[in-house]
C-alpha cells in the first residue's frame, strides 16, 4: 500500500528550487510559499502554474508525468 506521503505530490520534490521567488510573483503570500517550501502544503494546480511562471518554465518541470 502506497503511503499519504508518497501519494502526495509536493513542488519540492520536482526538479525546480523555488526559493529564488517571491509570493508576489507566484500570487499567494509569503505564509503560503514558506509552508509550500518546507513541505507543510502541496500546493493547488493553479499556484503551481503560478510558480511555473514566476520561474518561467513550463509546468511538467514541477509536475511529475
Known amino acids: 500500500s502506497t503511503s499519504r506521503r508518497q501519494r502526495q505530490m509536493c513542488i519540492r520534490d ?4 523555488i526559493t529564488g521567488i517571491s ?3 507566484a500570487d499567494i503570500t509569503p505564509q503560503h510559499l514558506y509552508r509550500i517550501e518546507n513541505e507543510r502544503v502541496c ?12 520561474l518561467g518554465v513550463t509546468l511538467d518541470k514541477l509536475l511529475p508525468l
Not at 520536482?14 to 528550487?17: A, L, M, P, S, V
Not at 493553479?46 to 511555473?52: D, H, P, Q, S, Y
Open 23 to 25: 509570493a508576489e510573483q
Open 43 to 54: 500546493p493547488t494546480i493553479l499556484v503551481v502554474a503560478n510558480i511555473a511562471k514566476a
Open 14 to 17: 520536482r526538479k525546480e528550487d
